[in-house]
């Protein structure tokens, strides 16, 4: 059984900085590339940031220099370190797996709010 179950969500105050996790179980981890999604209120789900196999990432532009995506392949886990957050980074994030077949965790919400 796949699992993808994200950690570290919650309020912050503009400017502050939070780190999501992604614990993975059920895949060979260090086969998939791991992502990093954000949906907020009203908006479509879009892709924030992603992390190959081989360690290359790539981020979306309202989030570069601010966010940072990396792994652990001995720990299973995806991390977002999330600095400088702003109102507009406000969403549940998502993280996802991806090889052959698509996987999503359930999701943690980041609230950015004075």
């Known amino acids: 059984q796949v699992q993808l179950v994200e950690s570290g969500g919650g309020l912050v105050q503009p400017g502050g900085s939070l780190r999501l996790s992604c614990a993975t179980s059920g895949i060979i981890f260090g086969d998939y590339v791991m992502a990093w999604y954000r949906q907020a209120p009203g908006k479509q789900r879009e892709l924030v940031a992603l992390?190959?196999?081989?360690?290359?990432?790539n981020y979306a532009e309202a989030v570069k220099g601010r966010f940072t995506i990396s792994r652990d392949n001995a720990k299973n886990t995806v991390y977002l370190q999330m600095n400088s957050l702003k109102p507009e980074d406000t969403a549940v994030y998502y993280c996802h797996a991806a090889r052959i077949v698509r996987y999503w965790g359930q999701g943690t919400q980041v609230t950015v709010s004075s």
């Open positions: 992390i190959s196999s081989s360690g290359t990432t």
